[in-house]
Nanobody
Framework: QVQLVESGGGSVQPGGSLRLSCAVS????????MAWYRQAPGKQRESVAT???????DYADSVKGRFTISRDNEKNMVYLQMNSLKPEDTGDYFC???????????WGQGTQVTVSS
């Protein structure tokens, strides 16, 4: 059974930092494209950052220069380092994975991030 388990969410003041982690099990992680999505209250889920199985990265314009996605294929982990956080970064953050050989998609349960003074 494939599992994606996020951790690292919490409450932080504007300008602060958080690091989200996603532990992946039950699948060959190195063959997965990974991403972080977020869903703000009352809004649709949106892609924040992606990292392919080969390590190529992409970011939403709203987080470029502030967020960094990374992966550790030895530990089956994907991370999202979030710096200079803004109130509009508030939301539930979800880890997403897609197995490149059959395009099966998987989601974590989400972790909440609140940016408020």
């Amino acid at each position: 059974q494939v599992q994606l388990v996020e951790s690292g969410g919490g409450s932080v003041q504007p300008g602060g930092s958080l690091r989200l982690s996603c532990a992946v099990s039950g699948i060959i992680f190195s063959f997965c494209d990974m991403a972080w999505y977020r869903q703000a209250p009352g809004k649709q889920r949106e892609s924040v950052a992606t990292i392919t199985s080969s390590g190529m990265k992409d970011y939403a314009d709203s987080v470029k220069g502030r967020f960094t996605i990374s992966r550790d294929n030895e530990k089956n982990m994907v991370y999202l380092q979030m710096n200079s956080l803004k109130p509009e970064d508030t939301g539930d953050y979800f880890c997403y994975g897609k197995y490149i050989w059959n395009s099966h998609q998987y989601w974590g349960q989400g972790t909440q991030v609140t940016v408020s003074s």
